[in-house]
């Protein structure tokens, strides 16, 4: 694992040498920025009905895991050049033993202007809205909105494909478009509409949104999830996905299947508000409109502890139907209290909720699932950050595909980001 970070670490030093030498004369140095963040979880699950592990029938289980560990390396290494990277992974939870780092962005991006610049390699670059290019490290909840990651470990890696794109701001407008390549689908779809297994077509996506207090970076792809009392934004913003025959009803080869398009757009808006009284407000709201094909649904757990099982709906574990063709409305809205002494140590206290209800075709009820969190910040700053979230997500009958009651995830996380 270290020997490929040192690989990977050695590749940018040394782009970062060869472009370098080409700005001598005007005495640029580029410089190598890195952290390590990760998130550690002691969860306590209520598990859906028939649920098992290795086998056993299971009502409900503790774990310790770590949801996520990101290492980004990024280098400035020309005023108009800038390479991009992050390694790491998700769930490294008690069912694998093997602690496996994946090259999860890299990329090279060339700056024209401040409106107009390329990128190109492996990213995070999409559209569609704020939340689907988000940063995991600043997001206020604990785990959502995970459905707007709506094609996430289907035919992408984590949310991120192989492509180009352009982005910039000009004024208040910044914007992005982008046109990447999906990875191969192996799997064939059955009767039920699923990701078809033939040539991916390109994916098409773009995000624009009129910034009317400070503007935030577009140096990245991943947008802030709170900026508490550091900084007033309010943004609305519009975008849009789409792919030609990305989801089938059957084998891609035979003459008798029918293909769907994906057709996805959404609105949204966001504000961090600080206030008089060193508080600050943290809210969002967003309408999306999903169109993968006809009654097209999709159960998902994040970081499932079970390996099989699932007599509802819902399937095994946490899961629940959390993306699907329909429409959803989401909301978030945060406290940030006054930064205040917490056993000598200064912290932020922000309490927050999330909501997401969507109307999916394939559904008999409304899906709403509500996300309760409380952070808190050392400093006010997510470096190190203690957090205490809980999911009350339904459970829908396998028979009837009607509500029939919900169950809870309760979790601690501490994040620890190193520099």
């Not at 569609?128 to 996430?152: A, E, H, Q």
């Amino acid at each position: 694992m270290m020997m490929r970070i040192k690989k990977w670490l050695f590749l940018v030093i040394l782009l970062s040498s060869i472009f370098s030498n080409g700005q001598e004369k005007n005495k640029f140095k580029p410089v190598i920025k890195w952290n390590v963040t990760s998130q550690i979880w002691l969860r306590y699950s209520d598990l859906n009905e028939g649920s098992l592990i290795d086998d056993e029938l299971t009502n409900s289980f503790m774990d310790i895991s770590i949801r996520r560990l990101r290492i980004p390396v990024s280098s400035q290494i020309t005023p108009k050049i800038f390479v991009y990277s992050i390694f790491g992974g998700n769930n490294y939870n008690f069912k694998n033993k093997t602690f496996q780092l994946e090259v999860l962005d890299l990329y090279v991006e060339y700056t024209f202007h401040k409106a107009f610049e390329v990128g190109i390699g492996k990213s995070g670059w999409q559209g569609l809205n704020r939340w689907n290019i988000r940063s995991s490290k600043t997001m206020m909840g604990l785990d959502s909105p995970l459905f707007t990651l709506n094609s996430v470990e289907k035919n992408d890696d984590l949310g991120r494909l192989f492509g180009v794109w352009v982005k910039g701001q000009y004024g208040k407008l910044d914007y992005r478009l982008a046109f990447n390549r999906p990875f191969i689908i192996t799997t064939i779809p059955n009767g039920e509409v699923n990701f078809a297994n033939h040539k991916p077509r390109v994916k098409t996506s773009g995000y624009a949104k009129y910034q009317f207090f400070e503007h935030e970076s577009n140096k990245s792809a991943y947008q802030t999830g709170t900026y508490a009392q550091a900084k007033k934004v309010f943004n609305i913003g519009a975008g849009f996905q789409f792919q030609d025959k990305a989801l089938s009803d059957g084998d891609a080869k035979l003459a008798s299947t029918t293909f769907y398009d994906m057709k996805h757009w959404a609105v949204d808006s966001f504000l961090n508000l600080p206030l008089q009284n060193d508080a600050a407000i943290t809210a969002y709201l967003g309408y999306y409109d999903y169109d993968f094909g006809k009654d097209y649904i999709r159960n998902v757990g994040a970081n499932n502890p079970t390996t099989g099982g699932g007599s509802d709906f819902n399937g095994a574990g946490v899961a629940f139907p959390m993306i699907g063709s329909g429409t959803t409305w989401y909301m978030q809205f945060g406290y940030a209290f006054k930064e205040s002494e917490i056993m000598g140590q200064p912290f932020v206290i922000q309490p927050n909720i999330a909501i997401q209800s969507s109307n999916w075709d394939a559904l008999n009820d409304q899906m709403t699932v509500y996300d309760f969190t409380v952070n808190f910040l050392l400093n006010g700053k997510h470096n190190t950050k203690f957090s205490f979230g809980y999911q009350h997500r339904p459970i829908f009958d396998a028979t009837t595909i009607q509500q029939k009651g919900y169950k809870g995830m309760a979790i601690l996380q501490y994040q620890i980001s190193l520099k």
